[in-house]
DNA sequence: CCATTTTTTTGACAAATGTCCTGTTCAGCA
DNA sequence: TGCTGAACAGGACATTTGTCAAAAAAATGG
């Protein structure tokens, strides 16, 4: 009997009944998307935070000249939004998509401030998930302060070895910030 | 009558009476250091979290070659510490050190736990502030995606217009990721 | 105030990366 | 089946940034 991929996320933090999970499970709603679909526009207002059953999505930011860069993907088990507009009530500046069919559980804020106070676990659980988040993106600035793309590159597929084969390396080059033709030069030049 | 900073930065998240203030103040101690001291060494355990009162303090990575890259800044009211040693109880891989003569309050990882339990609105500010410092980051990224050292540097300069009167350009330097050298010519090139 | 150290700037050159372009392969689709 | 566009590799050259060396400027300590 396996448990629900989300309850198993959140029982690696904190410890829940089975009726306290439905509980939990009651304030989200399923949602499921087409590759290739537009799940939040630029300037749209960010309802939702996105737990990901199945698929994968892509948080991008679009550029100046047009240039679109990428600031996360969100594979299974990840969460995925832009965080500052959900977080704030503002506008998106960023644009969410998927690269592939997806399952998610959406969760408004609304949902998440009453779990939070409800059931005073979550709240943990969401502050410990934020941390790890925190201490992950630090970890992604290091690694541009202190590496050139290949070792960018190679940290990435290190850290998230399945993630090549499922995005083209033109998104993985937009990840680390590189052009494509500089993550392909990388590729065989140096292991 | 000046509330106390770190009241007041509590405040703008969730409020408090004069009796919950002087309980969330009871898990801080009151530390002083003296400028260029270390604070948190290289696989030390990383005891607290800071929360600057007065002074400046950074946080630094040693590269493999002995090269020093700076992670973060903490100026008044700025919360610091190796997060990713003090949250997970593992020996820190930065060096925290001040930058001129500090004062701060500290907060154990066991004092921050019985704080968020025994007054849930401080987890809510903890994860409100986490949230927020998350946030930021993303933007941080976002800059080493789409711009260039130039535009890195002028961005930190509206973002921290205070930082740069306080701090050696070579520091500003490794914070944005490039030499000093390329800093310096930066300045005059372009406004 | 001077002497010393630290910080900043500058130049010449090397290395990394970006830009523009072409050609090839391959998957998806009419 | 053949067409089309996406993905990828590669060449030629421009631009940015790094490296090393040295001088100039500013800060510090006695």
Redesign the pocket.
């Known amino acids: 009997m396996n448990k629900h991929p989300l309850r198993q996320q959140i029982e690696e933090i904190v410890k829940l009944t089975d009726d306290e999970f439905d509980f939990v499970l009651q304030h989200f709603r399923k949602k499921s998307f087409k590759k290739h679909q537009i799940i939040l526009h630029e300037g749209d207002y960010a309802q939702f935070d996105f737990f990901v059953v199945k698929g994968l999505m892509r948080v991008t930011k679009l550029d100046f000249d047009g240039k679109e860069h990428i600031l996360q993907f969100g594979m299974e088990n990840w969460w995925i939004t832009d965080a500052e507009a959900f977080h704030n009530k503002t506008k998106s500046t960023l644009i969410v998509d998927c690269l592939e069919n997806t399952e998610t559980l959406s969760l408004s804020l609304e949902s998440k401030e009453k779990l939070s106070r409800e059931l005073p676990k979550m709240q943990t659980f969401f502050l410990k998930k934020t941390t790890n988040g925190y201490i992950a993106l630090q970890k992604r600035i290091l690694c541009f302060l202190s590496s ?3 070792d960018r590159y190679h940290n990435l597929l290190t850290l998230y070895p399945g993630l090549i084969q499922r995005v ?4 993985i080059a937009s990840y680390l ?12 030049i140096k292991a």
């Open positions: 050139n793309a290949n083209p390396k033109a998104m910030g590189v052009t494509r033709e500089t993550l392909s030069r990388l590729s065989k």
